[in-house]
């Protein structure tokens, strides 16, 4: 059974009774007002279907305006602007192990292109054609997310209309390819969000079925959870601690052993698409919604007390 039980606007403390264990534990998040810093002349928000963060702590929202990559510093002003030449339409924006940045476009007449960039916005590698849809080797038909593999290999989750996860090698060679429209172990309906674990598994946001679905790096079915709602953004931690949002079932991010899928807590107060979570444990989120509060905010930062 989930207790909330509220302390402050927007603070949430969990507690967790997992059968007859009475196993408990609690947590607050606290939402900073003041984070991001208000943007400067000429520059206005749009939908942020994502955040990142990289090694430095500097934060990265991914918005639909101009320029569509704003970076900030972890006291919330915006330091650096850039991405407007390589994307149409933006949505996943992940960090990989190398500190460089995987972006993807699913634009339905100008996009299905993955960018990796560097964390100055320098284009290093891109993969589809602007405009052009498939499922082939190098086609893509609104692709959702990436993920990097510490060896190089990734994974695109082509998410929205193809339904499949593809792996390359580094050099963005194509490998292999699993996924079919379905509700079976395997078969997908937009695999929308895509993270790998400490273990190498492969974490696929199956967001149209409402579970996770947990694959070996070679597209292997090893097992599902459906206790995250429908996962939109997913994140993992150095301590090992799954972050799940969901702005459409439950509303706010779920959080749980990456190991296991046990849940240990909610986060309430935002709609949120995109999750990423700072070496404090703080949590950003990135809305496409506006906000449940009707406040217009698209992008928040929840203080780990």
Not at 120 to 127: A, E, H, K, Q, T
Not at 249 to 257: D, E, H, I, L, N
Not at 260 to 274: K, N, Q, R
Request: glycine residues 14%; negative net charge.
């Amino acid at each position: 059974m989930l207790r909330i039980v509220r302390k402050l606007p927007l603070a949430v403390v969990m507690t967790l009774s997992l059968g007859n264990s009475n196993l408990s534990s609690a947590q607050d998040y606290v939402l900073d007002p003041d984070w991001p810093k208000p943007l400067p002349d000429g520059i206005e928000w749009g939908q942020v279907p994502n955040v990142t963060i990289d090694e430095e702590g500097y934060i990265y929202a991914f918005h639909r305006a101009d320029p569509p990559v704003l970076k900030f510093d972890p006291e919330g002003n915006l330091v650096d602007s850039f991405g407007s030449e390589w994307v149409a339409l933006p949505h996943g924006f992940r960090l990989t192990p190398d500190g460089n940045i995987w972006a993807t476009d699913f634009h339905r007449q100008n996009g299905h292109t993955i960018t990796k960039i560097d964390s100055n916005g320098r284009i290093l590698l891109r993969l589809g054609a602007r405009g052009f849809t498939g499922a082939g080797p190098n086609t893509f038909n609104g692709p959702a997310d990436v993920a990097q593999a510490p060896n190089g290999d990734f994974f695109v989750a082509d998410g929205h209309w193809n339904n499949r996860i593809v792996k390359f090698d580094p050099q963005g060679r194509y490998l292999m390819e699993w996924g079919t429209s379905g509700t079976g172990q395997g078969q997908l309906d937009v695999p929308h969000t895509i993270v790998i674990d400490r273990r190498g598994r492969v974490l696929v946001g199956d967001r149209g079925n409402e579970r996770i679905q947990i694959f070996t790096q070679d597209g292997e079915y090893i097992t599902e959870w459906d206790q995250f709602g429908w996962p939109s953004g997913m994140f993992i931690d150095t301590n090992d601690i799954l972050y799940v949002a969901d702005y459409q079932s439950k509303r706010g991010v779920t959080y749980g052993s990456a190991e296991d899928g046990t849940v240990l807590g909610f986060i309430e107060g935002s709609e949120p698409e995109g999750i990423v979570v700072d070496a404090e444990g703080n949590v950003y989120t990135g809305e496409v919604t506006g906000g449940e509060s009707g406040d217009g905010m698209i992008i928040r930062k929840f203080i780990k007390q």
